[in-house]
């Protein structure tokens, strides 16, 4: 193992290592801790995708409605919704759907992963309200962001010369507003990424999620540094590669950076 | 809206069949799944039974009955027995089990390299032979009226030489149910071996769950997620689940005595006063009630209500808080004096500790409280001995012992109490050593080296359609070779 | 008055009024344990109800503010006393030393903050002032970026140009006129970090690293109630309400603060 190194050295070995991909042996498990991040990655990652199509698949239609009923109390309704949403925990949200959907109506689990095994749609039951518990108030955040984008949108010298020359309120709104309304949404949604990850710590919590957030957690209760260091440096990297992503995306999809890349 | 029920209702189960397979939760995870090399009772809650037999085995009242052994005979000098074995048996690696097994199983926990964590069970074992492949002969070199018990602990299993160094991973017995996988952090699957020696089980699969959190335990049985919690860690729910038609509650005892150990190598611990004023200070009655929810019986020293030789001492440091407060004032300690009670992770320390905490503020001392995991808890307490106060269950049955030992956590070094343990370790009447246990007990009472507080209950909870569950666990164990669902 | 600020500063008065009524006054002790009348649903003597020791709900709640805030302003200012030096320095000298705290502080984004927080809190050791650090290290990137940003476009104008060329300069020019016309941006984000540390805050005692018992934290209420989720699903909607509304009153004060101090984004 080592010990007999200064640790120092222990530590510019695991640096080392880690860069070659090989992210070393649990202390606890005595496995190699990729196996480990390998299983729980396969309850984290989806229950991340997951919480961040749901989170978009509400957040844009709200917004845009909020923007398009702009000033109507559907709009105040929508907004002020939202400012709750955005102020509500999200492990209480996900303590308040425990009370409703698996206490008073028993149609989810209330806790616990059922595994692959059983099928996808198995799996993605046990995910969906832990999924919902994180996609609620990042989608508040995201339709107050789409909400004012598309509003901004609809109030450049374009869309208006484009109403002007006939176009209806609904055309203006889907071809023009809503498309450019996008590049501030992405931006955003990349950095909900990162309080995304944070917040799926707590969240597999409240669930007894066997995710990566479980793992930190015993590996910490352990002391199993090597899972802690490996994990911590881990999420950090996917942030960085989705912050990169987030920007290749931004330049598909702003017209400008497209048009001079197709020049 | 439509479209979003159907498929909110596409995703519940399918309707119910004849259910035969189970999940049970448990507290901790074992480390590993190798029972000959491990002492966590973990290990014993998944395999003991399950994938492990030896040669004899323990039930579900403590008795010894037959397993890989169909029957024995002992010598009239109590030092060879004489086993037969099953015929048929075979490991779930396709080894069949005969002799040869038996003497590579024994030989292997007694060897000097052994990691066995109960390996002077098996120093008295002399040698062992094979007269022929399905007999067995041990020779002991005295006689030990524990041996066919002690065979029946998980440690003694028998172990195919084959899959011997794996089993740690892949465990391999010759038990009713063989290893499926293990999802690290969350569950250990176990599948019926169709292939059993004796009757098969009825259960064709079984999950271990590892749910430490007793909020998520009881969610997670509530909700149907789990279907049996044999060591259920949240007292304070059980309420609900004796409401409950679908639940059977099975409260148990245990060997278990609940204390607050005092660390007597600190001040102002080394003063009888303030260990009298800490006794005087905790309602055991409100401890119970509140942290255990009712289940556990106030304990007046480290004994447990009717072993042999019980006196009850309860009433010796009734709750008298003005008491607690002119001792403590006697002892020259200033309201406002801090300590901190160090909490290992289970219920009856960190909530307790909270109860006690509110307790001991109302006789001046400000209790912080220092939860940790049981790693730390091991090392700074047990280990370290760097502690004021820890919550803590001794669950080793007639421990008076410990009182006696040279070095311990507490610090607890009483000659007189010593010279009364040896008194009672010659004793031979059993008169004599009841009398003696007594005056030990008293004296623990007197001199208070802990505050002693209830008895730790086990409290089981399952689906009330379950069969077979054991009520009780002499040994721990998880056993369910016998458990099946009613109709 | 904007609506929002109006009911922005009610809510973040009542918290601050409660916490600070807490120090001198609560219903009952909320460290009293009660066994005898334990998980009560509200009533005349217990307007919130009582725990599962008896505890007074209410009391617990008030009291559990005063820890939140303690918390979070401590972690602002931590955050601000550090990250608003640090920004101002980035923007005045701009060059290698702009760069190299603006690296740092891409880089300490990476890390999810609650995520670390959680990491150094269970190292370190649970407790509020590990919390407190925790919170309030992850506060700074947060005010360099800012202070920086706001620093920058101050730095541009015309009177500190002026003031230049007067040959006022450095730390001079920082405290004398780029701090008084960015303080209003900054108080803006601190509110919003105040708002941001309560959450975490209770998110770490959930997980049982924030706060510890006996002082009462909203997060270990939520985490205590889940338990007793089936018969006493009330205790798990108070505390929750509680942080909710202290989250919601600080976002509407910040965001009715910005629209008041921010010319350009009013109307938005």
């Not at chain 2, 590892?210 to 279907?227: C, E, K, Q, R, Y």
């Amino acid at each position: 193992m080592g010990f007999d190194q200064p640790p120092f050295w222990r530590y510019l070995a695991w640096v080392g290592r880690f860069a070659l991909g090989d992210l070393g042996t649990s202390y606890t498990y005595s496995v190699p801790v990729s196996e480990l991040i390998g299983e729980r990655a396969g309850v984290s990652i989806p229950l991340a995708l997951m919480a961040i199509t749901l989170s978009t698949a509400i957040a844009i239609p709200v917004g845009v409605a909020a923007a398009a009923w702009r000033g109507r109390p559907a709009d105040a309704g929508i907004m002020g919704v939202t400012q709750i949403g955005v102020a509500m925990p999200n492990f209480w949200l996900g303590i308040l759907l425990v009370l409703l959907f698996s206490v008073r109506l028993a149609w989810f689990p209330a806790s616990g992963f059922a595994g692959w095994g059983g099928g996808v749609l198995q799996g993605l039951r046990s995910l969906l309200l832990p999924a919902l518990a994180l996609a609620l108030p990042q989608a508040a955040i995201l339709s107050r962001v789409t909400r004012s984008a598309v509003l901004e949108t609809l109030g450049e010298d374009y869309v208006r010369t484009a109403r002007a020359k006939g176009l209806g309120p609904a055309a203006a709104l889907w071809r023009h507003a809503v498309p450019n309304a996008l590049i501030p949404v992405v931006t955003i949604l990349g950095l909900q990424f990162s309080f995304l990850l944070a917040g799926t710590v707590i969240i597999e919590n409240v669930f007894t999620l066997p995710g990566l957030g479980r793992l930190m957690f015993q590996a910490i209760a352990q002391r199993d540094l090597i899972v802690v260091q490996d994990l911590v440096v881990l999420l950090a990297g996917s942030v960085i590669v989705v912050n990169f992503a987030v920007d290749l995306l931004y330049a598909a999809l702003d017209p400008r950076l497209r048009h001079r890349g197709a020049a | 809206m439509r479209r979003i029920l159907a498929a909110a209702l596409l995703l519940l189960p399918a309707g119910a069949h004849a259910k035969d397979t189970l999940s049970v939760g448990m507290v901790l995870e074992p480390p590993h799944l190798d029972v000959t090399a491990g002492a966590a009772a973990a290990i014993r809650e998944v395999t003991y039974a399950n994938i492990y037999e030896g040669l004899t085995r323990i039930d579900a009242k403590g008795d010894i009955k037959p397993a890989l052994a169909e029957s024995w005979t002992v010598s009239p000098d109590g030092k060879t027995y004489t086993f037969k074995l099953r015929a048929n048996a075979v490991f779930h690696d396709g080894t069949k089990f005969d002799c040869g097994v038996v003497k590579f199983s024994y030989d292997r926990a007694a060897a000097a390299d052994s990691v066995n964590a109960q390996k002077p069970l098996f120093a008295a074992i002399a040698k062992t032979e094979c007269p022929d492949p399905q007999t067995t002969v041990v020779t002991l070199s005295q006689p030990t009226a524990s041996f066919l018990f002690n065979m029946g602990w998980g440690d003694a299993v028998m172990i195919s030489p084959k899959s011997a160094a794996t089993n740690k991973t892949n465990p391999v017995g010759t038990g009713p149910f063989r290893f499926k996988a293990w999802a690290k952090g969350d569950r250990v699957e176990l599948v019926r071996n169709p292939d059993y020696w004796g009757e098969k089980a009825k259960l064709s699969a079984v999950t271990f769950r590892f749910v430490a959190d007793p909020t998520a335990a009881t969610a997670a049985m509530l909700a149907g997620d789990l279907d049996a919690f044999p060591l259920f860690p949240a007292p304070e729910a059980l309420d609900q689940f004796k409401a409950d038609k679908r639940f059977t509650v099975d409260v148990g005892s245990t060997a278990g005595k609940i204390i607050m150990s005092l660390n007597e190598a600190k001040k102002p611990f080394d003063d009888l006063r303030v260990r009298r004023a800490l006794a005087y200070a905790i309602d055991r009655k409100q401890y119970i009630d509140g942290v255990l929810s009712g289940f556990g019986e106030p304990i007046g020293s480290h004994y447990m209500p009717g072993d042999a030789g019980y006196v009850d001492l309860v009433g010796a440091y009734p709750y008298e808080p003005a008491r607690a407060r002119a001792l403590l004032a006697e002892a020259g300690i200033k309201p406002g004096f801090a300590m901190t009670i160090t909490l290992p992770p289970p219920g009856y320390a960190r909530k307790g500790g909270e109860v006690i905490a509110a307790m001991l503020e109302q006789v001046g001392i400000t209790a912080k409280l220092a939860p940790m995991e049981w790693a730390q808890w091991l090392d700074i307490v047990f280990k370290q001995y760097n502690y004021d106060a820890t919550l803590i269950a001794h669950v080793e049955p007639r421990d008076l012992g410990i009182y006696a030992r040279e070095s311990y956590y507490y610090n607890y070094k009483n000659p007189e109490y010593r010279a009364l343990y040896e008194k009672y370790l010659a004793a031979t009447e059993p008169a004599a050593q009841a009398d003696l246990l007594g005056q030990l007990q008293r004296k623990l009472s007197a001199d208070e080296p802990n505050v002693f507080l209830s008895t730790l209950p086990k409290i089981g909870v399952w689906n009330a359609k379950l069969r077979g569950m054991w009520e009780n666990a002499p040994v721990p164990a998880n056993d369910l070779t016998s458990v099946y669902w009613a109709e | 008055m904007k609506p929002s600020l109006a009911i922005g500063a009610t809510l973040t008065g009542l918290l601050i009024g409660v916490a600070l009524l807490s120090l001198v006054w609560t219903p009952y002790s909320p460290t009293a344990i009660d066994i005898l009348h334990k998980l009560a649903p509200p009533n005349a003597a217990h307007w919130l109800g009582s725990d599962s020791l008896g505890r007074d709900v209410l009391s617990m709640i008030m009291a559990g503010a005063r820890n939140s805030i303690a918390v979070s302003v401590i972690a602002v200012a931590v955050g601000a006393g550090i990250g608003i030096p640090l920004g101002c320095l980035a923007a005045s000298r701009g060059g290698w030393v702009d760069q190299a705290v603006m690296r740092t502080t891409d880089l300490a984004f990476a890390f999810p903050a609650l995520l670390t927080a959680v990491m150094i809190t269970a190292l370190a050791g649970p407790g509020a002032t590990n919390a407190m650090l925790a919170i309030g290290i992850f506060n700074i990137p947060v005010f360099t970026r800012v202070a920086r940003g706001a620093a920058l476009s101050v730095l541009q104008r015309d009177f500190v140009m002026a003031a230049r060329a007067v040959g006022k300069t450095g730390w001079a020019i920082v405290t004398g006129d780029v701090l008084p016309n960015i303080a209003a941006v900054l108080l803006v984000q601190m509110t919003i970090q105040f708002a941001l540390g309560i959450i975490a805050d209770a998110g770490l005692s959930y997980v049982g690293l924030g706060t510890q018992p006996p002082a009462p934290s909203w997060g270990r209420m939520l985490n205590d109630a889940q338990t007793y989720i089936f018969r006493a699903p009330l205790l798990a909607v108070f505390p929750g309400a509680a942080i909710t509304l202290a989250v919601l009153g600080l976002n509407l004060l910040g965001d009715g603060l910005r629209d008041r101090l921010d010319p350009r984004l009013r109307g938005r």
